[in-house]
């Protein structure tokens, strides 16, 4: 898929205080991140031993509700505040963690898990990259 | 309007780590407060000065989406893993403040904006206490 | 809980062309059945019974999208187009009959299930009133 | 950027009643469309002539939402049924044609509206397309 979020950076009208590579990178983890961990609670629902899963997707919940909501306010750059933006990428980087760390404990077994905990994974690290950047 | 989400808490089939009229309170204040900045967002859109309330609608439509993403988190208890919590109340406390102190700023002219900010402070207090009630 | 659903509508600045009583009831509905719908999945999940409860979960998921979704789109007010409005409630129509109809099967076993159905319900025939009052 | 999308529907452990490809294409449309609906609405937001945007922005918004909303619902196949899906998909179609015809209007002056009615279009059309694999 090609996103149009670089594009839609170039285009914005007035200046952007960000480092817009890792923005859109961050930006483009963070919806990836959400629309897998969607797709692995549902996979993981749909799996016999479901019941050993409940906590996976729980995680997994969580993790594409807080990445979707940083996917939008990252990409909003009317009246920026960096203290929104800093506070929601730590919370991203802990989902990111914690559902990384609980899909890789049943990659062995589930191949949707693997792929999502690389996505969890991928997306903590474009969070980190750009929070590194904003301080 | 009477939510459910005593009802839904008093109902979960496992213990719930955490004060239930807090978090019955913190969940329904965030649920609150998101609706109410859609609100402002759009009412501020239609005000024939929306070009001196472009940050408020910014303010607005990120507030909302934080606190709609935290209010779904904090209603699942499966797996509970306080650090993603905290982190998640952080980030509505802040995006709390800085609307309701935005809304503030018009609250005089824009009876919409004086009722955001209200829901706003609300929401934030709620949020601090369950905070406050988790460490 | 009070929300200020009300009190938004009647601080919107131009005007709107629906009955606000049961825009103001719809709006409220949809936002008490999303989260009844993301409680319920939680607890369903943290039953023993889940493998039993799958159908429930991915229904009640799709549920509290739906809902939240079409609570935000007819909190907005500017450029009206009744097309997108009388759209989204039929999906809500479908998604709460949906899921009040698996919920209920439940509904003796889990009194989170018996909630959430009522929420459902309830929703439904809020955005069915407001759908009529519409055309 | 790469979605896992259609890796994640390769992994899911049961089978799904829809053309597999037509699938991807819409959720992968569906995502890309709500993040160029969100970007846009912020850069309309920006621009000095924001009071002849305002409908553009609410628009975007509601694109946004419901593209967003049903792009989790298409991600789920755990007990699938089709009602939802096909109501879903006929509020986006309605949605990303009103978005795309509004963006168009726009698209000779601001360059992220042309960018963002392509989305949309692309989007209606991969909707539709997915539409008419289900009938």
């Known amino acids: 898929m090609a996103t149009t979020t ?10 952007i205080n960000l480092d817009r590579a890792k923005l859109a990178a961050a930006i483009d983890a ?6 897998a961990c969607t797709a692995c609670a549902d996979a993981c629902l749909s799996e016999d031993m479901v ?19 940083a996917a939008r306010v990252l990409s909003r750059h009317t009246g920026y505040d960096a203290n929104l933006s800093r506070s ?11 559902c990384a760390d609980e899909c890789a404990q049943h990659a062995d077994m589930h191949e949707h898990c693997r792929i ?18 904003m301080n």
Not at 6 to 15: A, F, I
Not at 51 to 68: E, F, H, P, Y
Not at 116 to 133: D, I
């Open 6 to 15: 670089m594009s839609m950076l170039e285009t914005y009208p007035k200046s």
């Open 30 to 35: 963070l919806i990836s991140c959400s629309e």
């Open 51 to 69: 019941a050993d899963l409940t906590k996976c997707i729980r995680t997994n919940l969580d993790c594409a509700d807080v990445c979707g909501a």
């Open 88 to 98: 929601l990428l730590e919370a991203c980087i802990t989902a990111c963690r914690t």
């Open 116 to 133: 999502c905990a690389s996505a969890c994974r991928a997306c903590g690290q474009a969070c980190r990259e750009l929070l590194a950047a």
